[in-house]
């Protein structure tokens, strides 16, 4: 499983742009399947989903204000 793993690079860099739905359609086949076998990576993505749904809250506000 470990050799498997090295040969898979992680996916953390991409998380903000896949977040963002900024990726390549290919890239983001490529995170996607990569989140689902790597607990760092689908940890670093649900940090990075909140962090996006908190901005996207605090601009909603911005907008009622
Ligand atoms: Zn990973």
Redesign the pocket.
Known sequence: MDAD?AE?P???QLLGAYVLDALAAGECVRVSR??Q??D???GAYVEVAEASAILGLLNEEDLLE
């Open positions: 793993r898979v992680h996916v953390r990569h989140l076998h790597c760092g990576c689908a």
